[in-house]
């Protein structure tokens, strides 16, 4: 299994501020997601990085996958209540390995009005 | 347009029963995955079936079994229920494998107790 950290575990933020969250391994990754899951809900696909560098917008999320396409990173700006969640990592290996996707054990974002 | 549906959503088992979580999609994918979530520890994978008539162990198997008879459903069964198996179950499809975007259910809480 290809271990994937996150940090931090938890964060709790007001309305405005800005936070990353990491996301790090030491295996290499053929791509690399970011999902967000709501109490009592599955997970919901963010957005799917696949070239080592590459940055991704989605409105005010920012995502980076790390150049040799072992890390990645979530950048939120100005934070709104409505951003509060579950943020989970998930990389897909190479080769045999890419048959599943391996999750992270997340990031708990909280962001107070 | 469904999606993932997964029956039931709760469920509350004594020790040494057994059940079987339903899970069935119909976007015609090939990928299907069975995933445990324990607070603070991600998601963890069970089993996982790359079409019909062919599954394989994930991280976490022991005390689990699937099948997949059909693209459409893919069950697990839980045999002789143990506190250990108390967890969240979320069963997931995808059309590529790994690195393509997983869709997953609403979630499974099951209780042993």
């Known amino acids: 299994t290809q271990l994937l950290e996150q940090s931090p575990q938890f964060l709790s933020i007001q309305e405005g501020e800005n936070l990353t969250v990491y996301c790090n391994s030491s295996?290499?990754?053929?791509?690399l997601q970011w999902y967000r899951q709501e109490p009592g809900e599955g997970p919901v696909l963010l957005v799917t990085v696949v070239t080592g560098g590459e940055v991704k917008k989605l409105k005010r999320l920012t995502f980076q996958f790390g150049d040799a396409r072992k890390d990645s990173s979530l950048h939120i700006t100005a934070a709104q209540p409505g951003d509060t969640g579950l943020y989970l990592c998930?990389?897909?290996?190479?080769?045999?390995?890419?048959?599943?996707?391996?999750f992270g054990k997340g990031t708990s974002l909280l962001v107070t009005p | 347009n469904a999606g993932v549906t997964q029956t039931p959503k709760f469920r509350i088992l004594k020790i040494g029963q057994s059940m079987t979580l339903q899970c069935t999609q119909d976007m015609n994918h090939n990928y299907m995955y069975w995933y445990r979530q324990d607070p603070g520890m991600g998601l963890k994978l069970i089993y996982y079936s790359v079409g019909a008539g062919i599954t394989d162990k994930g991280e976490v198997p022991n005390g689990y079994n699937v099948s997949r008879s059909t693209t459409e459903d893919f069950p697990l069964r839980l045999e002789l229920a143990a506190p250990s198996q108390t967890s969240v179950y979320f069963c997931?499809?995808?059309?590529?494998?790994?690195?393509?975007?997983?869709?997953f259910g609403q979630g499974t809480r099951l209780t042993v107790v």
């Open positions: 998930a990389g897909a290996g190479e080769g045999d390995s890419g048959y599943a996707l391996n």
């Open positions: 997931a499809s995808s059309y590529y494998r790994g690195r393509g975007e997983a869709f």
């Open positions: 295996s290499v990754f053929s791509s």
